[in-house]
């Protein structure tokens, strides 16, 4: 739960326009789902892929795309492979 108020936060944040104060902020929730999606990865991964998503737009509002990229597509291999392990 503490992962999901930080991606929210993080969203918040920067919507105010405080997008350095929302990157430590979607760095932790990514770091606490990386925890959860390693002890139960069917249950977390999908959160997971979403946090990651979310760091790599904050990073990237940061001017920062090349960093981001990496963050992105992380998120986009995440979501491929439960597409293909659930395609329905």
Do not use: F, H
């Amino acid at each position: 739960m503490a992962a999901e108020w930080g991606d929210r936060e993080a969203v918040l944040l920067s919507q105010l326009g405080r997008p350095a104060d929302a990157l430590p902020v979607a760095e932790e929730a990514v770091a606490i789902r990386r925890d959860l999606a390693a002890a139960n990865p069917d249950r977390y991964r999908p959160d997971l892929a979403r946090s990651l998503n979310n760091l790599g737009i904050r990073i990237a509002q940061l001017g920062r795309p090349a960093d981001a990229l990496p963050v992105a597509e992380e998120a986009v291999a995440i979501r491929r492979d439960l597409a293909a392990a659930n395609p329905d």
